[in-house]
């Protein structure tokens, strides 16, 4: 039996899902006494949404359930960024690999596209916003990144607008940044409010527990999962946990589970919206450097910031940790809105990126009737909702060139263990933010 030993928490004031207008929606419930199903699914991000509808369009009569520690919208997938990217980031020196970056292009579309499709038919209140996504400069030292991005677009044709400090002072109220590159294909959104829409749309055949965090699994037949209180017997199972893969026992050595902090402003008022951002479109904007500041300016008038980067094995964030963040936030923020010193932050939070080495997820059939899909490494909005889909696609027996460019594309290498993994990832994490200066 695998027991499970560090589980999903809140760490901090979880500020999308707190603005969501479907927070007080009743999605699932606990999951308290036994229960048997054809199929069990644990963890209900995006990756195990996404899996969650494709099995049930693929066989409608199959029962399932689908379990998450926390509610729908609380975990990763409620805290991110709220970009559904279209492009791969290819910030590295290396020569763009025009087939594959077509191919991710192709899949990422496909996940924008499923996506659109469920807010559309389900009304899912979430901002959805065609915005696309500047990625930018302040310090010369990491114009490189822009470069290396703009070879990447160049060889595959994307569009692009190359943009000079001017321009991004009209189109974002700041003139913080000496170069980006504008891209149009990526959606900007509050992703607490879409993932909980797509929950909100499962099917009758798929049964929601919320709030049951799996403490043990024996695997078998039947597979049988315990949370406190409750169990599911199912002849399949499917883990969809990402950063708590490992934890499952089914794979090791493979993820680096990175922590990153947001902050969220309040809304601004309407002298300062005025004076800053008249005339201005919400906007979202990554940085050239891998460590550099995430930030956005949302339609409900707030300033969003993520940065900082951390590694914690106990996979759970400290108080003193999220303060630290908070204070590299305002100094973040500040820097680029000066005259808004005044305005508050509501909400800080943390959340892991599940890294792995050579950026190849985690999509594989660890034993009869049993399948882990994780390490999204920091886009799961886009590939979790592809993989997902394919992991259904999969498991059915239904072949696609997108399923086989995935299944050749699923290998994470190695990543050396405890306490070699950890020391190595500070030490890398350190160097990196110390490289990318004023663009924390
Ligand atoms: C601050 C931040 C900003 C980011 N920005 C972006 C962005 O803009 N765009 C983007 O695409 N990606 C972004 N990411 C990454 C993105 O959020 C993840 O890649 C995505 O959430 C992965 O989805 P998932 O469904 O695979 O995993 P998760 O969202 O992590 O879902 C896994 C679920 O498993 C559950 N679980 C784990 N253990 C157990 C257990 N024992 N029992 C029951 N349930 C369990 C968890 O509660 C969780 O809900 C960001 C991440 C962070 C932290």
Request: proline letters at 5%; one cysteine or more.
């Amino acid at each position: 039996m695998q027991k499970i030993k560090n589980f999903p928490k809140i760490d901090g004031e979880l500020g999308w899902y707190e603005t969501s207008p479907s927070r007080e929606v009743t999605l699932g419930r606990r999951l308290k006494g036994d229960h048997t199903f054809d199929i069990a699914i644990i963890g209900s991000g995006y990756t195990g949404l996404s899996l969650a509808h494709r099995l049930a369009e693929n066989h409608p009569e199959a029962s399932i359930a689908i379990i998450d520690a926390l509610r729908v919208g609380q975990g990763t997938s409620g805290r991110n960024a709220g970009f559904i990217i279209d492009l791969p980031h290819n910030l590295d020196a290396g020569q763009p690999d025009v087939e594959h970056d077509r191919q991710l292009h192709k899949l990422n579309t496909f996940s924008i596209e499923r996506l659109r499709g469920f807010k559309d038919r389900y009304n899912i209140e979430c901002s959805w916003q065609n915005a696309g996504k500047y990625m930018a400069a302040h310090e010369s030292s990491n114009l490189g990144g822009l470069d290396s991005f703009v070879t990447t677009l160049k060889s595959s044709n994307f569009e692009y607008q190359d943009l000079d400090a001017l321009d991004l002072k009209k189109r974002l109220g700041t003139d913080y940044y000496q170069r980006a590159i504008y891209t149009p294909g990526n959606i900007l959104m509050n992703p607490s409010s879409l993932v909980r829409g797509v929950a909100a749309a499962l099917p009758k055949t798929v049964h929601l527990f919320e709030e049951s965090p799996i403490i043990s699994c024996e695997y078998g037949h039947p597979h049988i999962l315990t949370a406190v209180g409750g169990t599911v017997r199912a002849k399949l199972l499917i883990q969809t946990t990402n950063s708590y893969t490992e934890e499952f026992g089914l794979l090791s050595n493979r993820l680096a589970p990175v922590f990153t902090y947001a902050s969220l402003t309040e809304s601004l008022n309407d002298a300062d919206y005025e004076a800053h951002f008249k005339d201005v479109q919400p906007w979202g904007l990554t940085s050239a450097h891998p460590a550099g500041t995430t930030v956005r300016l949302t339609p409900d008038r707030r300033i969003f910031i993520r940065n900082v980067l951390d590694f914690e094995p106990s996979l759970s964030s400290s108080n003193e940790g999220l303060h630290k963040a908070w204070i590299q936030h305002r100094k973040s923020f500040e820097q680029r809105f000066p005259n808004l010193r005044k305005t508050k932050f509501e909400f800080t939070w943390g959340g892991m990126l599940c890294m792995t080495m050579n950026h190849q997820s985690v999509f594989k059939k660890a034993d009869d009737n049993l399948f882990v899909v994780g390490g999204c490494n920091g886009v799961g909005v886009a590939k979790g909702t592809y993989l997902g889909y394919y992991m259904a696609d999969y498991i059915s027996g239904i072949r696609s060139a997108n399923l086989d460019f995935i299944l050749g594309n699923s290998n994470p290498s190695w990543v050396p263990p405890d306490p070699i993994r950890t020391l190595g990832a500070r030490m890398r994490l350190s160097y990196e933010s110390r490289n990318a200066g004023g663009d924390i």
